[in-house]
């Protein structure tokens, strides 16, 4: 059943795309209130809020408006986190429950909308998304999948856990109390677990031998997303939940890493480059210098092995130069995890017995990228003996 003010202002805002005002949306949104209160029937206000997000996705999310204080601040937020968002997180229980599109729908649009985290807005955003009911939801439901294997091949829980990690993630950047920390804890915990179950490990067995394929929903939030998320917390929680991870992970991920052909690295797809770039991150940046020791020495064979199969796809990457397509993004992401296992300093004397790493590092300092160009230079001061080239 169409509702006609609901129909007119989502009009408006698809025809005024990113140049509508924020009192034109604020006016819209005072409507679309309005109306979904005077709505009972649960499937009709799931479409007709579906509507209205899918009316807001012609707004680009990256011009900041739809994050503007006046907004933020508004009640129809508030309706899709605990309508649509908690609502349906909490009946996940229901056995054969049919969810309704709206809910990556919502999802997709916060996502996106926690894009335009800044100074000013942070306590309104954190005000929205740091809420004890939700947080408490997303920890039981990963609790849940760790535990005893629910909801594993539910995509739409799947999906939906996915962005609301990508979610809060993007608070990473900003002045996140220890207390912000400790309410959002469920979630980090959660995170562990999944990371730490038997599941994890099949995952990265299920993985093909090559560089060249696409991954899964699961993969995506176990292999990529979990690893990205706990990259937030590297100042507020113990090393040794990360070192219980690598134990169990580690060795399945170098074992699938070195048998996958170097010179098809360049053809993998963004998305598995991030999997890799993340999880390589968790396993090898050390979290403080305390823990750096005890990373060198019980990890220390997996990590010259990543090492020498990083400085073969960098070989690889140089050698094939003519092909441009993502050549920089290669190189950089290779650069810098080369430059994170130098922390390590046996790995480092590892390092120092490939004869053709300093060349290729050398070969490199012209690259017109500060990135490339920082972690080159630091990985060829850590001690080399540059004379020898």
């Given at each position: 059943?169409?509702?006609s003010?609901?129909?007119?202002?989502?009009?408006?805002?698809?025809?005024?795309?990113?140049?509508?005002?924020?009192?034109?949306?604020?006016?819209?949104f005072?409507?679309?209130?309005?109306?979904?209160?005077?709505?009972?029937?649960?499937?009709?206000?799931?479409?007709?809020?579906?509507?209205m997000?899918?009316?807001?996705?012609?707004?680009?999310?990256?011009?900041?408006?739809?994050?503007?204080?006046?907004?933020?601040?508004?009640?129809?937020?508030?309706?899709?986190?605990?309508?649509?968002?908690?609502?349906?997180?909490?009946?996940?229980h229901?056995?054969?429950k049919?969810?309704?599109?709206?809910?990556?729908?919502v999802?997709?649009?916060?996502?996106?909308?926690?894009?335009?985290?800044?100074?000013?807005?942070l306590?309104?955003?954190?005000?929205l998304f740091?809420?004890?009911?939700?947080?408490?939801?997303?920890g039981?439901?990963l609790?849940?999948?760790?535990?005893?294997?629910?909801?594993?091949?539910?995509?739409?829980?799947?999906?939906?856990?996915?962005?609301?990690?990508?979610?809060?993630?993007?608070?990473?950047?900003?002045?996140?109390?220890?207390?912000?920390?400790?309410?959002?804890?469920?979630?980090?915990?959660?995170?562990?677990?999944?990371?730490?179950?038997?599941?994890?490990?099949?995952?990265?067995?299920?993985?093909?031998?090559?560089?060249?394929?696409?991954?899964?929903?699961?993969?995506?939030?176990?292999?990529?997303?979990?690893?990205?998320?706990?990259?937030w917390?590297?100042?507020?929680?113990?090393?040794?939940?990360?070192?219980?991870?690598?134990?169990?992970?580690?060795?399945?991920?170098?074992?699938?890493m070195?048998?996958?052909?170097?010179?098809?690295?360049?053809?993998?797809?963004?998305?598995?480059?991030k999997?890799?770039?993340?999880?390589?991150?968790?396993?090898?940046?050390?979290?403080?210098?305390?823990?750096i020791?005890?990373?060198?020495?019980?990890?220390?064979?997996?990590?010259?092995?990543?090492?020498?199969?990083?400085?073969l796809?960098?070989s690889s990457?140089?050698?094939?130069?003519?092909?441009?397509?993502?050549?920089?993004?290669?190189?950089?992401?290779?650069?810098?995890?080369?430059y994170?296992?130098?922390?390590?300093?046996?790995?480092?004397?590892?390092m120092?017995?490939?004869?053709?790493?300093?060349p290729?590092?050398?070969?490199?300092?012209?690259?017109?990228?500060?990135?490339?160009?920082l972690?080159?230079?630091?990985?060829?001061?850590?001690n080399?003996?540059?004379n020898?080239?």
């Amino acid at each position: 059943m169409n509702n006609s003010i609901i129909d007119d202002q989502c009009t408006i805002i698809r025809d005024s795309g990113a140049k509508i005002s924020i009192e034109l949306l604020k006016t819209s949104f005072d409507l679309f209130v309005s109306e979904l209160k005077q709505i009972d029937d649960i499937d009709m206000k799931n479409n007709l809020i579906e509507q209205m997000v899918c009316s807001l996705s012609v707004v680009p999310y990256r011009n900041k408006k739809l994050a503007d204080l006046k907004l933020l601040n508004h009640e129809f937020y508030f309706i899709l986190r605990d309508k649509i968002l908690i609502e349906n997180l909490r009946e996940r229980h229901i056995e054969d429950k049919i969810y309704p599109k709206v809910l990556l729908d919502v999802l997709i649009f916060f996502m996106n909308l926690s894009c335009n985290i800044n100074n000013n807005n942070l306590n309104e955003f954190k005000y929205l998304f740091f809420h004890k009911i939700l947080i408490n939801e997303i920890g039981n439901c990963l609790n849940e999948m760790s535990t005893y294997g629910k909801y594993l091949d539910n995509n739409l829980i799947i999906r939906s856990i996915n962005y609301l990690l990508i979610l809060f993630k993007h608070f990473h950047a900003y002045d996140i109390t220890k207390a912000d920390y400790l309410s959002i804890s469920p979630i980090f915990y959660g995170v562990i677990q999944c990371l730490c179950c038997s599941y994890s490990i099949d995952l990265i067995k299920s993985l093909k031998q090559s560089f060249i394929q696409k991954l899964n929903d699961n993969q995506i939030l176990f292999l990529c997303s979990m690893p990205y998320y706990l990259q937030w917390y590297s100042d507020y929680y113990h090393p040794e939940n990360i070192i219980k991870i690598l134990r169990i992970l580690l060795n399945e991920f170098t074992l699938w890493m070195t048998n996958c052909h170097p010179d098809t690295y360049y053809q993998c797809s963004s998305q598995l480059a991030k999997m890799i770039r993340h999880l390589t991150y968790l396993f090898v940046r050390p979290l403080k210098s305390d823990y750096i020791n005890i990373l060198c020495q019980d990890f220390y064979h997996d990590y010259c092995k990543l090492v020498l199969h990083w400085s073969l796809i960098l070989s690889s990457i140089l050698s094939n130069s003519f092909n441009k397509y993502n050549i920089k993004l290669n190189i950089r992401i290779i650069v810098q995890n080369l430059y994170n296992f130098t922390l390590h300093s046996n790995v480092l004397n590892f390092m120092k017995t490939i004869s053709n790493l300093i060349p290729m590092l050398l070969q490199m300092t012209d690259i017109q990228n500060d990135e490339i160009q920082l972690n080159v230079y630091r990985c060829l001061g850590k001690n080399y003996d540059r004379n020898r080239y």
